[in-house]
């Protein structure tokens, strides 16, 4: 159905728009959720006209690999011409009130009904700035349309500067206004969690205390810091990846489950989840946390992240966070969590790894002599790949009771995978519907830095020693004895 706003843009020419938002916005246009009735602003400092600005976007859906080329063009056109550029400073009080005109004039003219999102594409430092003025400068409709506030990671260093960060936009948006993106809420296989275990009974008996033993949660990259070193040497994995990312996939995977697959609800089940994690000490946090920079490979021809362009060479930022976390949110209490992230490893995957109790018994031990079976593992795999693997256990092609793991499989094909949408698309789509169910909420947000807060803390009075993994490898041996000392191992090891 055709959804009717107005999209303003802060950071108009900057990346996330370019290679994001564009193309988002573009698949919505194709497939009609946007048609006549929507306009853009894009805004930033640098004094674009509307036309360079139509041929950016062109540009820019081009380069996502959307066929702008020849039965394409002329929609790709159509597309851009509802693209208005109108350079601002966002501190500059007087060019809130020209965004006011010109956003006021397409309203009439796309027929908007006082509908407006506002997407912040910029650094977070302006995210206050840019609140209050669109408050004082009046851009915030009141004649029965919606406000909306798109706003991106890095949402604060920690749970202090979060605070004053969400404490800055509330002064013009309330909770129910504001979406944060998550962009791994936005990926289909993430979302997928929720309906495999609550649409399977035989999964959803299983998913307990009772008959789980562990979970794992990998992020693994193969590749490095690239040209973020900037950006990384101040955030690190922590806060890259962990407190959102992860953090959020565990949410999904230990939350009990929701009265109806709605935002409300799912939200409620998600805080109760996180405020389920025990908050470690930092003698507890010093205990089930590790940390790791990459190093050269083996045979040198991978730098060293203190070696990478823009790293300092004394360069103490984490590349790799691994860590143990313990549920005591009622279907799951006790079970433990395992969860890693880190760049430069052995392959990219990221993938949740469900491991099953073992039986108390073998009866085929007498026939084979063995006292082991393997045990069950349910695979969610979410990407590269996505799909499903079940390991199960049975005899099969040999003349005795010798129990082997087999593996039932379910992958998407390459052809189903091009049909799924981009989170970005997605996200967007739910903005427009004003479906909160896959953004994070603030609740989830500060809860998500005070778990981890006390790992920084930690780890920001003791001096680490980096580099101390191998590119190319899956992480310092510290995170394999995190495992070891409770009888485990990581299940996914591409280097086996
Ligand atoms: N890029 C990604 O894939 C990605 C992914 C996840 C999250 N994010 C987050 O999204 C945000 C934007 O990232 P980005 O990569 O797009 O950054 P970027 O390429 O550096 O873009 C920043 C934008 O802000 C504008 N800008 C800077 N100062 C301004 C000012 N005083 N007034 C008006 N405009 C100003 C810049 O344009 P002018 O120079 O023309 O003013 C530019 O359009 C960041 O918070 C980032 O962490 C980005």
């Known amino acids: 159905m055709e959804q009717r706003a107005l999209f303003i843009i802060f950071g108009g020419t900057g990346d996330l728009a370019y290679r994001k938002l564009y193309p988002a916005l573009f698949s919505l246009y194709e497939k009609g959720y946007l048609k006549e009735h929507f306009a853009v602003i894009g805004t930033a400092r640098r004094p674009w006209t509307d036309d360079h600005y139509h041929e950016v976007v062109v540009n820019s859906i081009d380069d996502a690999g959307h066929d702008v080329s020849r039965t394409n063009t002329e929609m790709a056109r159509k597309f851009a011409s509802h693209f208005y550029y109108q350079s601002h400073n966002v501190d500059d009080a007087n060019h809130y009130v020209a965004l006011k005109d010109l956003a006021n004039k397409l309203d009439d003219q796309y027929e908007l009904n006082g509908n407006r999102i506002f997407y912040m594409a910029m650094a977070p430092q302006f995210f206050g ?132 697959y709605d935002a409300k609800h799912l939200r409620e089940k998600k805080v109760e989840a996180l405020n389920n994690i025990q908050q470690y000490t930092e003698e507890e946090a010093k205990q089930n946390f590790v940390r790791g920079q990459y190093g050269a490979d083996e045979i040198g021809s991978q730098l060293p992240y203190r070696d990478e362009e823009g790293t300092a060479d004394d360069s103490e930022i984490e590349t790799y966070v691994a860590g143990k976390l313990v549920t005591h949110n009622s279907g799951l209490a006790g079970v433990p969590i395992y969860i890693r992230t880190g760049k430069r490893l052995a392959k990219k995957s990221t993938q949740v790894n469900i491991i099953f109790k073992g ?34 256990s049975s005899k099969s092609g040999n003349q005795g009771y010798d129990i082997q793991p087999h593996y039932l499989r379910f992958r998407m094909t390459s052809e189903e995978k091009a049909k799924v949408p981009d989170a970005y698309e997605k996200l967007i789509h739910d903005a427009l519907k004003g479906d909160k169910t896959n953004f994070a909420h603030w609740d989830e947000v500060s809860r998500a830095w005070k778990l981890m807060d006390v790992v920084r803390k930690t780890w920001d009075n003791t001096v680490p020693e980096f580099p101390n993994y191998v590119s190319g490898s899956m992480g310092p041996k510290a995170a394999d004895d995190l495992l070891e000392r409770d009888g485990r191992k990581w299940e996914f090891n591409p280097l086996k």
Not at 235 to 255: C, E, I, K, P, Y
């Open 359 to 392: 039986l108390d018994k073998n009866i085929f031990s007498e026939l084979t002599g063995k006292k082991e079976i393997p045990t069950n593992v349910l695979t969610i795999h979410i990407e590269p790949d996505q799909g499903y693997t079940i390991e199960m």
């Open 129 to 260: 700035t840019i609140a209050g003025h669109l408050k004082d400068q009046n851009l915030l409709t009141d004649n029965g349309g919606f406000n909306r506030l798109i706003i991106e990671k890095p949402f604060g260093r920690d749970f202090e500067t979060a605070k004053e960060l969400n404490d800055s936009i509330s002064k013009a948006f309330n909770e129910e206004q504001i979406f944060r993106i998550d962009h791994y809420l936005g990926k289909d296989p993430i979302q997928s969690i929720a309906s495999l275990r609550f649409s399977n009974p035989i999964i959803n008996a299983l998913w307990n205390k009772e008959h789980v033993d562990n979970i794992q949660v990998t992020l693994a990259e193969s590749l490095g810091v690239e040209e973020r070193a900037g950006y990384y040497e101040t955030a690190g994995a922590m806060r890259d990846m962990v407190q959102n990312h992860v953090l959020q996939v565990v949410s999904l995977l230990t939350m009990n489950r929701p009265e109806i």
